[in-house]
């Protein structure tokens, strides 16, 4: 959504345009867009510890994390003005009744991603499915860029994937799910497909129950 230099508008035009179109489809259909604070999150974090010349306190990195994803959900709350909630979800031992066919949350508080936002969400409004649209077209055994073995999996079980990443969330994580919200889910039922997020015809075949490339964690 927001790589080095600003905001991704190719891709924020194509996922406003996919959004409306799903929603002209099926107008009891609603999305609830959970925001992450991509690159804004690290540089901050970085430009934090080269000024200081030493590591952040976690509880820092976290929070600047936070912060950053709120700046982004704000940006897609403004695209979606006129369909979305008028508040931005960021505080979730708060279940409000939300109607609009749009509702856009961000960060909440230091010890996870907003993968376990997401997932609060799923148990607040009875939902069993988490897309999560990232830049990897698939979950791998390993980290591809670092590892020429590495192999790309369709499924995997929560348990499984809970073995490759461990149990401890630290900030800044880069991985697919992060390790809180694995086990959140996990106890919910909750199940997460992975899918490429500029991939938009993708994404409409997942809609459409077709033929998908994707990891799909349940």
Known sequence: MVPDGGPNLVFLKEFNKFIRGKLAENKNRQFFIVVGGGKIARNYRDAGKEVLKKDLTEDDMDWLGIHATRLNAHLIRTIFRDIAHPYIIKHYDIIRKVTESVVVAAGWKPGWSTDY???LLCEDYGMNTVLNLSNIE???T?????FSDAKPIDKISWKEYQKMVGKKWLPGMNIPFDPIASAKAKELGVKVVMLKGDD???LDNYF???KFIGTIIY
Not at 142 to 146: A, I, L, R, Y
Request: no cysteine; charged share 60%.
């Open 117 to 119: 936002d997401a997932v």
């Open 142 to 146: 390993k980290d591809p860029k670092k």
């Open 208 to 210: 459409k129950k077709k």
């Open 200 to 202: 938009f015809k993708n």
């Open 138 to 140: 698939k979950v791998y």
